[in-house]
């Protein structure tokens, strides 16, 4: 039995998924997908100019996943380019750097990046705040825990 795959941390969701070759209709061509911790190693590596180490540590993963990750992306983006294919970002493992919070006492929802220890309600001040993945509105699982009153 393989092992489970492990949710790779990425801090934003790219504001652009999709990438058509000029001069070519959407309908007429293939695309290759690349999932979006693919995208986040190609940005942290190549546009963030960090070391693979460094790298791996901002995404949770081992060096040699690391590496693994970054092949794949780099070859997806130079096929697409050279047979002239479509670029489509979406899926993948992973989790984002905010996660959600609920406050039990006046049940404002609010998010907050997960390195911050934030649990007090930014509106009533309360401590009884409660992590989206444990009030099951959250798809991706932040592995934060949360102090409870």
Do not use: W
């Not at 180490?53 to 380019?81: G, L, P, V, W, Y």
């Not at 907050?112 to 220890?117: G, S, V």
């Not at 989206?132 to 825990?145: A, D, E, R």
């Amino acid at each position: 039995m393989p092992r489970p795959v492990k949710y790779r941390k990425i801090e934003n969701l790219p504001q652009y998924t999709y990438f058509v070759p000029m001069g070519r209709r959407k309908c007429e061509i293939e695309d290759i997908t690349i999932k979006v911790e693919e995208l986040e190693a190609i940005r942290l590596k190549d546009i963030e100019d960090l070391n693979q180490e460094e790298c791996a540590k901002k995404m949770h993963i081992s060096r040699q996943t690391f590496q693994n990750i970054i092949d794949n992306a780099r070859k997806k983006i130079a096929t697409a380019i050279i047979e002239g294919k479509a670029i489509n970002i979406s899926g993948g493992n992973y989790t984002m750097n905010i996660c959600q919070f609920k406050c039990l006492v006046c049940n404002n929802i609010y998010e907050i990046k997960y390195e911050e220890d934030r649990n007090t309600c930014p509106i009533c001040g309360s401590k009884r705040v409660i992590c989206s993945k444990k009030s099951s509105f959250c798809n991706k699982v932040c592995n934060k825990s949360v102090k409870r009153d």
